[in-house]
């Protein structure tokens, strides 16, 4: 178990709910991967519109912890609005905090976040702010009162997994004591297993399970690569070596022959 915010969760994956074949599937997806925490568009998947409300019901039958989130904002007004909006309507005062800078990349806005996420702190919110790796955003996040960040492992539904990994080193090591979970640029398990491996809390993914041919087996295949990242890292790897070592030793007896 770990903790995230105030709350203890079993399952190290927060899942996003849009962009699957059918509700259905979503639905089943999301059951096989065992996360306990959804992410949910207001914008796009709003109770009070467009048919929002089905969505809700089919979705609350899953009892998960939910996180509202500001995507397809570009201004930290937008933003604050946006989640003063998912306050009311969830309940909730955890808020995933999406300022974009670009349509070309989705990249976030560093300095609209930054204006967000003092003001959204301020108003009571856990904010759990949507980042790149850059560690001066960070710090200036954690400065405001971020006990949680979410750094990119590459732009939003690009599937490329961990394009700099010593960045996210750098933020591991850095903030030992803040909750760090990868959010974009996932693409298959191996890259949310390198991620764990890296001493990450959890995985934020979508697109790699919506968008794959089989969302609800790429689910449940996430909730084990996550898991043994998680493993992986509890055991701590071998060390590196520069030259060969063999597995048997060459000189000697093997072990099994030597007295006791």
Excluded at 68 to 79: D, F, G, K, L, W
Excluded at 119 to 135: R, S
Excluded at 237 to 250: F, G, I, K, L, Y
Aim: net charge negative; proline share 7%.
């Amino acid at each position: 178990m770990w903790q995230l915010a105030d709350k203890t969760l079993d399952s190290h994956l927060l899942i996003g709910t849009a962009r699957y074949p059918s509700p259905e599937i979503m639905i089943d997806a999301i059951r096989a991967s065992g996360a306990q925490v959804a992410t949910i568009s207001i914008k796009r998947q709003n109770p009070r519109e467009r048919g929002g409300d089905q969505f809700w019901q089919l979705l609350s039958q899953l009892k998960l912890h939910l996180l509202p989130n500001t995507a397809h904002c570009y201004s930290a007004r937008e933003a604050i609005e946006t989640a003063m909006i998912a306050r009311e309507l969830f309940d909730t005062h955890w808020i995933k905090l999406e300022v974009l800078g670009s349509e070309y990349q989705l990249n976030p806005d560093p300095f609209a976040l930054v204006e967000a996420a003092k003001e959204l702190i301020a108003q009571g919110f856990e904010v759990f702010p949507y980042c790149t790796d850059d560690l001066a955003l960070a710090e200036r996040l954690v400065n405001l009162g971020c006990r949680i960040l979410m750094p990119w492992a590459a732009p939003i539904g690009t599937g490329k997994g961990l394009l700099n990994p010593y960045a996210l080193t750098m933020l591991r090591q850095r903030f030992a004591d803040i909750t760090l979970i990868v959010d974009a640029g996932i693409g298959v398990p191996s890259h949310a297993a390198q991620a764990m491996e890296l001493g990450y809390d959890g995985i934020l993914l979508n697109t790699a399970v919506a968008q794959s041919h089989d969302p609800i087996t790429m689910a449940n295949a996430f909730a084990h690569g996550i898991e043994a990242g998680r493993l992986a890292r509890t055991a701590g790897p071998m060390a590196e070596q520069d030259v060969a070592h063999p597995s048997t030793p060459a000189i000697d007896r093997p072990f099994w022959h030597q007295e006791p």
